[in-house]
């Protein structure tokens, strides 16, 4: 009997365990079953979707997978409720909608969404009030369309809103006192708008659960709100780019949970004031520039222990700053730039990672603190056009982690000591142009492989180019310029695989650019200028036919045309953002580029002694925008092959012994709108081209046998003869000349003939003499990039 018992006891057990796993099975699928989208919320999914016209052919990849054959739970970009089935939530960035949100949209039939994101859809049109239905939405975010209307009275029916984000649209009215129900927001941002806030000094302090205010990059012209203290949740807030007025908003400061302050770029003014901030203030990132505070920098900016951000750049602050600053121990990023401040910079300040001083009246250095020089942390330093003088910091030799140093348009002299070599590391931009450094530049650069840019330019340099540049193999710019550097053309720079800009103009640099037995080629460079210099020789046929980033545009670089119109020449990202500057003749004026676009392609060859024929293949170069081959001994024609040069805008040929026609096809290059081919040989007529018409007289001036400029220097000053006749009687007329030359020479016909050399300047020369006198003329331009 105990076998049998034993074997009834073992089939009880497997009986158990069978029906313990099928109720788990039931359970499970009961559980999936629950997850089954419900028919009205997949036909209000396919209502939406319809509403909206996407091509069959090539469906966005987020709505493909819309359809009645599968569960609409499983839908890109729908999530539903675990147990009602029903949509909590619809993400649907990036995907092109292209049209406007309906009043009778399928979309408000999904009455339990508490998560709609419609963020860069292509969305347009004004949104409509049927939005307040969706009264369960904690999350809306509408941001990067082309929304219109007053879009947050229908938003202020939605109380249960914690993040509200409408940055980048075109909404406009008032912000409504209804607003005030949002009572659980924590995310706001409405940047890049149109609102105004006429109300808002209403809002704010009874948005008690706020977390983050963002109202950037709007048109708004108001006041902040005299007492923001009600905040007392508000840890981010953001009112950049817009146009507030008023004093310095002191109630801001006195929340204890305020982490981050961003009021740059409006019109705020007076003095900076923090009033009775929080001994327990959380603040770590204040960035005040970009207005129109003044007066000095507050002792009691030192009592924020938690800042390690500090920006008050941009506004008219005055006087030292405070030594107390040295008590910020958390700081570490400090930019005072564009203020009037003068006097000692702290020595306590190098320490730091960042520190950004450029354009105020520094003087001197103070003594560094304990530490400060220890060089494991400073990583910026931009001490640029202030009047700090004297020998070059060699403190800065034992920063071993920097990666950009402006000194700049200062006063310092002396030599650029070797120990600059410790810096170079890490190092991406090297600043020192216009001070007074003399000697060699030193051979520094073994270890630079990460250098950007080198800038020495207007100094009192002297010696050779150290060949240890070869070693930067990251360069992207070299500007040597207006130094006494006496050299051979540095055609080993060929190798450096990033060099777009080279600038040697203004030096004593002599010799051939162009050797038989080197294979010569900028293939990177978009801009050179070695103007004022001594170079000479001739140059190959094909000399230009291997720079192959001046035929190609940034367009096709990129196959994409997104972004390009910001790019700038050493703008990397986050890491390294400081653009590159330079000075060269740009339309016959000496002119100083702030930036220089990416798409900007020169080349300036001027003042040199060249010979020989220009090559034809500097046609090839169709995204060149200036050539100026002006002051040497050019020969023969100008080449018919110039006319593919499409993006052209300036043209100087001038001074050099050029003769023949002028290119008819030259009159088609519309971008073309300067041009000098003065003081040549050249002959026949002037292009009938709008380009040509509407130049100045002395672009064509002392070129004997051209005609046709009777509309663009008048009768008066235009050759009356034809080119038969001027051919003809050329040479009696210069014997003419010459014997009432002799004639003048001799006793009191000397006074007479400076009578005639008056007269003869003064109606046939004032043209060139004012040319000359124009080219001395400055300007600062930053040219657009296109």
Known sequence: ????????????????????????????????????????????????????????????????????????????????????????????????????????????KLQQLQNLTL????????????????????????????????????????????????????????????????????????????????????????????????????????????????????????????????????????????QIVYLEGNQFMGPIKFGNIS????????????????????????????????DLSHNNLVGPIPTSISKLVNLQHLSLSNNTLEGEVPGCLWGLMTVTLSHNSFNSFGKSSSGALDGESMQELDLGSNSLGGPFPHWICKQRFLKYLDLSNNLFNGSIPPCLKNSTYWLKGLVLRNNSFSGFLPD??????????????????????????????????LNVGSNIIKDTFPSWLVSLPSLRVLILRSNAFYGSLYYDHISFGFQHLRLIDISQNGFSGTLSPLYFSNWREMVTSVLEENGSNIGTEDWYMGEKGPEFSHSNSMTMIYKGVETDFLRIPYSFRAIDFSGNRFFGN???????????????????????????????????????????????????????????????????LLEGPVPLGTQFQSQHCSTFM?????????????????????????EEFSEPEEQMINWIAAAIAYGPGVFCGLVIGHIFFTAHKHEWFMEKFHRNKRRVVTISAR
């Not at 993040?163 to 009572?183: Q, Y």
């Not at 520039?289 to 900016?301: C, L, R, S, T, W």
Request: hydrophobic share 35%.
């Open 614 to 680: 220009i090559p034809e293949s500097v046609g090839l170069l169709k995204e060149l925008r200036l050539l100026n081959l002006s002051g040497n001994s050019f020969t023969s024609n100008i080449p018919q092959s110039l006319a593919n040069l499409t993006n052209l805008e300036t043209l100087d040929l001038s001074r050099n012994q050029l003769s023949g026609h002028i290119p008819r096809d030259l009159g088609s290059l519309s971008f073309l709108s300067t041009m000098n081919f003065s003081h040549n």
């Open 444 to 477: 520094v650069f073994v270890n630079a492989s990460m250098l950007l840019s080198l800038d020495v330019s207007y100094n009192r340099l002297e010696g050779k180019l150290p060949k240890s540049l070869i070693n930067c193999t990251g360069m992207e710019l």
């Open 279 to 310: 001994s327990s203030s959380r603040l770590w990132d204040l960035n005040l520039a970009d207005n129109k505070f003044d007066g000095p920098i507050p002792e009691y900016i030192s009592e924020i222990h938690s800042l390690i951000v500090l």
């Open 1 to 108: 009997m105990i076998p049998s018992q034993s074997n009834s006891f073992s089939g009880s057990v497997i009986t158990l365990y069978f029906f313990l796993l099928g109720s788990l099975v039931l359970r499970t699928l009961a559980s999936s079953r629950l997850h089954y989208c419900r028919h009205d919320q997949r036909d209000a999914l396919l209502e939406f979707k319809h509403e909206f016209p996407v091509s069959e052919s090539k469906p966005s990849p987020s709505l493909s997978s819309w359809n009645k054959t599968s569960d609409c739970c499983f839908w890109e970009g729908v999530t539903c409720d675990d147990k009602s089935g029903e949509v909590v939530s619809l993400d649907l960035s990036y995907v092109l909608l292209n049209n406007s949100l309906k009043p009778t949209s399928g979309l408000f």
């Open 119 to 258: 963020s860069d859809c292509h969305l347009y049109g004004e949104v409509t009030s049927s939005l307040g239905n969706l009264s369960r939405l904690t999350h809306l975010d509408l941001s990067s369309n082309q929304l219109t209307g007053e879009v947050l009275a229908s938003v202020s029916k939605l109380n249960q809103l914690r993040d509200l984000l409408l940055s980048e649209n075109s909404f406009s009215g008032n912000i409504p006192t209804s607003f005030t129900n949002l009572t659980k927001l924590s995310s706001l941002d409405i940047s890049s708008n149109q609102f105004t806030l006429e109300n808002f000094s209403f809002i704010l302090p009874n948005l008690t659960s706020l977390s983050s205010l963002n109202v950037a990059s709007n048109h708004f012209k108001s006041t902040l709100p005299s007492d923001m203290s009600g905040l007392h949740n508000l840890k981010y807030f953001d009112v950049r780019e817009n146009s507030f007025v008023g004093t310095f908003p002191t109630s801001l400061f006195t929340i204890p949970s305020l």
């Open 702 to 726: 002392d070129n004997l046998r051209l005609y046709g400029l009777e509309k663009i220097c008048g009768k008066a000053h235009a050759p009356s003869s034809t080119p038969l006749e001027s």
